[in-house]
Structure formats: C-alpha cells, structure tokens
C-alpha cells in the first residue's frame, strides 16, 4: 500500500466517535481513551470539522469529573472517571473515582476540543493524584484496585505538567523510579528489573522530559545506551521489545522517545512509513497493529501520532511527550496563562 | 448458607450461577428473588459520545451491578453477581474489586476464588486484573500457591507473555522461590534462544541471588557465547552480554574469550550487525585507554556498518564516527 488512506482514517475516527462495536465491551471502563484517539486522531488529521457538536462532547467529558462537591470531603478519588459504568450517582458510591488515565485523556480531549479547562476542579484533581503515588515513587491507576506501574507514572506527569502544577507529586521519587526501571539494556520497563520495552520506555523518558530532567537524570552512557536501544527497535517499523514483532503502536512510543532524545534524524522514516502504511485497513480505515489484524482506535492514533513525528504530510506537527497537536498545547497555554493571573491553587492533603 | 428462595432450586456454589451464555441462563430482571433490587441504568448524560454497543444481558447485569455498588449490600447473592459481570467483561477493575471486597466481608475461603482466578487468567491471560486479583488474593493468604506452575503454563502458550513474567517475578522474589529459576530460564532458552523476557529473567534471577560476583560474570559470559554460537545475530544475547560485562570491572575489552570470540567470528567473516556493534563499543573503550589500532578499527567498523551491515541506522553509525573522531581530535 503506497498511500496514506486519509479520508478513509478520518471517517473511521468519527465513526468511533458515534459507537464502537459491541465485542469491545473490555473497553467499557475506558472510553474516555476511545474517545481521545477520535478526538485528537481527528484533530491530527484537521478533519475536526467532522465533529459537528464540539460542546456536546465536551459535557460528556465533564460529566465524567469527580469534583471536590461530589467528593464530599475525600479528595482523594478526585479526577476523571473513565466512563459512567461504576457510577450510581449521588451520592458516590464507595468504589467510584477517578483513573489516572482517564484524568489525562480528559485533559488532553477538552484540549483538543479548545476547551479552556475552566471547569477543572485543580485543587481537587491534585489531591487525587498525590493519593495515587507510592513510596517507591511509582503510582496506582486509582485508589480502588489496580497494579502501579510506569503507564500511570507517565499519566500523572503529563496531568501535572498540563496543570502546570507539580503539587500532586513527588518529583524526586518519580526520579528515582524512572532511573531504578532502566535495564541492563538502556530500555526502559515498567518496573524494577522487568523487562525493557517501548511503551514503558515513552511513560519513563516523556515522564522525566514533562519534569524538564530528562538532561540531568541520565547519565552520558545511558542516553547514548537508550537511544541505541530505541534506534535498535527498527526494522521496517519498530517493535517494542528485542527479537518481537513491529506494531504500529510503536511509531510513536518509541518515535516520541527518540524525538525527546534529539535522536529522531537517526530513523529510516522511508522504512516506517513503508511499514505503517502496510497496516492500514483499506476497507474501515484505521490502522491495525501489523497488516491483516484488524484496525483498532489505539493502533489507529498511536500510528498517527506517530506518522507525524515523521514529517507526514497532511498531518498537523504533535507535542512529543503530551502526544496532541501544537494546536491542542496553544490551548493549554492560554489555560495555563489565566491560572497565572489567579489566586494560586495547592493539593489538599 | 443462604435460604433458597422457594420458586428457584438452590444455587451450584456460592460463587457462581453457571454462564451468562448458558441457554437457559435467566436474566435478573426476570429472578423473583432479585424483585427488591431497582436496576440502576448507566447514567451516560443526553449526548453520550463514543457509545459501546452492549448486550441486553450485559444491560440487565451491570445494571443491578450498579445497584449493588448503590446499596452496599453484602451477601452471597451479589458475589454470584460480580462472577457475571466479570464474565461478560473481565476487564472492569471496579467489579473485581468490589469481589474482593464481598470476599473479605463474607469470609470466604480463598481456595476456591484462587482455582476461579486460575481460570480466568487461563481465558485472559494478557488482562491486568485478572493477574492483579491472584495477586491480592496470594498477598491476603500470606502463602504461595502454585504460582511458577500457572505462569508455566501460560508461558508454555505465550512464551512472551509480560504478565505472566512480571507475576512470576513477584512470587518469586515475594516467596523466595528463586530455586530452579535460572534453571527454568535456560529452559525456555533452549526453546526459544531468542527469548528476551527469558534473557531478562535470568538476570533477574543472578541479580536477586549472588549478585554479578567475577564467578558468575564468568559463567554468564560463557552461557552467552555458547548461545551466540548458535544464532549470531541475536539483539537479546548480545544485550544481555553488554549488560552481564557491565558488572564487571574488565568492560567489554577485558574479557580473553571473549575478544578471541569476537575475533574468531570477524574472521570467519561473520558480519552480524551486533557483532560489529560490539566490536566498534570494545574497540573505543580501548582506544580511550591510548589504543590507536582500536580506534581505527572502530572508525572503519562505523564506516562499514553504514555502508553495509547496518543501513537502517547508517546515519547513527556515521554520527558514532564523528562522535569518535571528535574526542580523539581526527578528521
């Protein structure tokens, strides 16, 4: 396939965006990610025009918020909700808060959307992120029920460095966290002598760059290691681990790490394009994670994301760590600015 | 246990009712015994976005799922609910958790949850929560099960599986089961020689038990060249060299057998582009020890990589030779 099927992609995403597919009722607790691809894989694709109700959506998005008001006195399930499943209304119910996830894909969807973050209740949203970090630096998902690992360090960092407010965590530990999960390989993994792989290695290396110590943290040896590590990642498209087959999703895990690295000129973009295009789904659009698997919301925006690191045309240039357009971070900008102008906010204990 | 209601026979276990895809599975809206529980629809606001097309009778169990989480009602009955509800979607962290939560509150007997979660990670074995709850479930009884055995068999499937590595990597250091695991590494080597979850779980195992002592550097080393004997250009072996060598205060130049292999291979006209990589990393470390023949060599060997044996990152290698030349103030 010697064409970036555009359209096609775009119709895709805003097909998404009305309803996904029964089968993927595993996502039911997720869908403010589904609804992030759609959303900024649209916005990458300057077919936002396609959402016709721009409000609608992002209502949808806040009424997915945990509030201090609904939070009656416990901030620390404070955030986004990934979706009204486990919800049965006011008041919560014991289980019901926020996922970090959740928190930044909602951030990053009112971005996009050009919302201007007004309605974000700061101080309550950091109060929750601080209930989710450990003492070993990583952090949970959420207060009830899940494994802590560096997906959800990354998502932490990227919601605080959008509020532009590092209240909600320790900076020194999440350090320390990264540093501790690099491997005798110079990748990166979720943990502590785990395995290195590509996704984790993006959670670790946009985590200390959103932190402004991705320069600091690592040693010479271990740059020079990490980027070798990632450059080694490419056949024709990356794989996200040593002797593992190439997936889409790697076009940006590890085309975002080299971009933060300063090591992007060193990619065969020729050869990636040539893979991800392979990927597409010339009958639905969206792209699947290797040709003839089946298209997918992630491997169809992460692919995306990940053409544009490469200089795609058509496609509008992306903030590497926070993975949305420049257009979406002009938007967080003027956010930030205003919040400038107002009485300072601080997590709550 | 609890009183049967009289117009339904008494449920299997405590713990399930049979599938949600069984035919003559019955919805709860249609249960007498279920009457006193109000549905509680999801709540999806007038303009829902990115829809999920569910299934009626996932409808009708989430629905009083929702109603449970409402009521905080702790019994039987609403733990063979959550065994529905995680049927039809495995993935909803807030249904496993509140599980355990009925399972604490109704001091249940974890043996059974722990074959019931056996199964699940069997079904799904690349879903976090389910890995998650076997967890929390082995952390509350304080003992192992069979735990190696479960990530066996489901690496027998998957030998990659990350899970299952990061689960088995828990029990084994939580446990202290570290008997045999290098062992079961070399297993799945054998397997599989470009296994790289495997290589990791080596150093996993000489990392948590003797440490990198100059005897096992030693015995690593050798475990590596015998494996890069049989396939040469394995990324996993070579790393895990690299990261063996780092340990060790000889670096990568300072090991005899090593550089005899490495130089054997050359000769034998072996172009691996990891070989060479190597060679080019030991080479500059002796050259910034004064070696002028090394730093050549590592020149020449950046040069012919770009060229040849590594054109995917020519431009790496040809920034690796300016990098070279630079510190050592060449052309």
């Known amino acids: ?349 | 246990m609890p009183a049967a209601a009289e117009t339904e026979p008494a449920p299997p276990s405590m713990f399930e009712e049979g599938s949600v895809d069984d035919p003559d599975w019955v919805p709860y809206g249609e249960r007498p015994d279920w009457r006193d529980v109000q549905p509680v629809p999801q709540d999806d606001g007038p303009e829902p976005v990115v829809r999920i097309l569910y299934s009626e009778r996932f409808i009708d169990v989430y629905d009083r799922f929702r109603a449970l989480l409402a009521s905080g009602e702790v019994s039987e009955r609403a733990l063979r609910l959550t065994s529905a509800a995680l049927e039809l979607n495995p993935a909803n962290y807030s249904v496993w958790h509140h599980r355990r939560h009925l399972l604490q509150a109704l001091d249940c007997p974890l043996e059974r949850e722990l074959e019931f979660t056996r199964q699940m990670i069997e079904d799904h074995p690349k879903n976090y929560q389910v890995w998650h709850h076997r967890r929390v479930l082995v952390e509350r009884r304080g003992q192992p099960g069979d735990e190696r055995r479960l990530t066996e068999i489901v690496l027998s499937q998957d030998p990659k599986n990350f899970h299952a590595w990061q689960y088995r990597q828990w029990a084994v250091r939580r446990f202290d089961l570290f008997d045999g695991e290098l062992e079961f590494a070399e297993r799945l080597l054998e397997e599989d020689v470009r296994n790289n979850s495997a290589w990791n779980q080596r150093y996993f195992v000489c990392n948590n038990t003797t440490g990198f002592t100059s005897e096992v550097v030693a015995r690593e080393v050798s475990f590596c060249l015998q494996a890069l004997r049989k396939v040469k250009q394995n990324e996993s072996a070579w790393n895990y060299l690299r990261g063996v060598l780092f340990q060790s205060s000889a670096g990568l130049s300072g090991h005899a057998e090593l550089t005899e292999f490495c130089d054997g291979l050359l000769e034998a006209g072996c172009r691996a582009p990891q070989l060479l990589a190597f060679v080019v990393d030991a080479s500059a470390e002796r050259a910034a020890a004064g070696d002028k023949e090394a730093l050549q060599r590592a020149l020449r060997l950046c040069d012919e990589l770009a060229a040849e044996h590594d054109t995917i990152r020519a431009q790496y290698w040809l920034y690796r030779r300016r990098a070279l030349a630079k510190k050592h103030n060449i052309e």
């Open chain 1, 1 to 349: 396939m010697m064409e970036f099927l555009h359209k096609r992609h775009a119709r895709y995403f805003k097909f998404c965006m009305d309803s996904i597919p029964g089968e993927y009722t595993s996502l039911d607790t997720s869908r403010m990610t589904l609804l992030f691809y759609a959303v900024s894989g649209l916005d990458l694709l300057g077919q936002l025009d396609l959402v016709q109700d721009k409000q609608s959506v992002i209502e949808w998005v806040y009424r997915q918020q945990i509030t201090s008001e609904l939070c009656d006195g416990d901030l620390s399930r404070a955030g986004f909700r990934g979706s009204p499943a486990n919800s049965s209304g006011a008041p919560l119910n014991q289980w019901d808060c926020s996922h970090v996830t959740m928190t930044y894909t909602a951030l990053a969807t009112l971005l996009v959307l050009g919302d201007d973050l007004s309605r974000v209740d700061r101080a309550a949203l950091l109060s929750g992120l601080r209930a989710l970090q450990l003492p070993d630096g990583s952090s949970l998902s959420s207060l009830h029920g899940g494994e802590s690992d560096m997906r959800f360090v990354y998502c932490a960092a990227a919601v605080s460095y959008m509020l532009d407010d590092w209240s909600g965590m320790d900076r020194e530990k999440t350090r320390e966290y990264v540093l501790r999960s690099m491997r005798y390989d110079h990748g990166i993994s979720q943990g502590p002598l785990l395995e290195s792989h590509g996704g984790s290695t993006f959670c670790a290396v946009a985590t200390l760059a959103l932190m402004g110590e991705l320069d600091s943290a690592l040693t010479e040896q271990q740059r020079d290691g990490l980027v070798f590590w990632c450059l080694s990642r490419q056949g024709l498209g990356f794989n996200g681990r040593p002797n593992k087959q190439e997936d889409s999703c790697y076009t940006f895990w590890i085309g975002a790490s080299l971009r933060l690295l300063d090591a992007y000129q060193f990619v065969r973009t020729d050869l990636l394009r040539e893979f991800v295009y392979s990927t597409q789904d010339p009958i639905t659009g969206g792209l699947s994670k290797w040709p003839g698997h089946g298209a997918d919301p992630l491997h169809t925006y992460l692919g995306i994301s990940g053409l544009s690191l490469a200089g795609q045309e058509g496609l509008k240039p992306i903030h590497a760590a926070l993975n949305v357009s420049s257009d979406a971070v002009e938007v967080l900008r003027r956010a930030q600015a205003r919040w400038r102008d107002l009485p300072p906010v601080k997590a709550v204990d």
